[in-house]
């Protein structure tokens, strides 16, 4: 069963930075990519990034394109996020999560952690 614990998250000002860290309890060998997931109160959860274990190809949802950067830490079997330049319609809790494919959808993935959230406003 793999773990996985997010931490990073807090009250952040507009136009603030904050960085979220997923870190896996083993090594997902079977797993193909990890992905950074967000629910804002009385939404869906939606996809923000992911990264492949191998090669670390990573992809964003276009309303944080140039804003997050998502890597990884092979030998620490940790995900990060990097958020800047922070807007109000980020607030939400996040999720990081491991897939066995490369999707998007929310049901591609099979582990989840526990979510971290994130406020931003003044």
């Known amino acids: 069963q793999v773990q996985l614990v997010e931490s990073g998250g807090g009250l952040v000002q507009p136009g603030g930075s904050l960085r979220l860290s997923c870190a896996a309890s083993?090594?997902?060998?079977?797993?193909?990519?990890m992905g950074w997931f967000r629910q804002a109160p009385g939404k869906e959860r939606e996809f923000v990034a992911r990264?492949?274990?191998?090669?670390?190809?990573?992809y964003y949802t276009d309303s944080v394109k140039g804003r997050f950067t998502i890597s990884r830490d092979n030998a620490k079997n940790t995900v990060y996020l990097q958020m800047n330049s922070l807007k109000p319609e980020d607030t939400a809790v996040y999720y990081c999560?491991?897939?066995?494919?490369?999707?998007?959808?929310?049901?591609?993935?099979?582990?989840w952690g526990q979510g971290t959230q994130v406020t931003v406003s003044s």
């Open positions: 990264i492949t274990w191998s090669g670390g190809r990573t």
């Open positions: 999560a491991a897939s066995y494919s490369r999707g998007t959808n929310p049901d591609e993935y099979s582990y």
């Open positions: 083993r090594r997902t060998f079977s797993t193909e990519a």
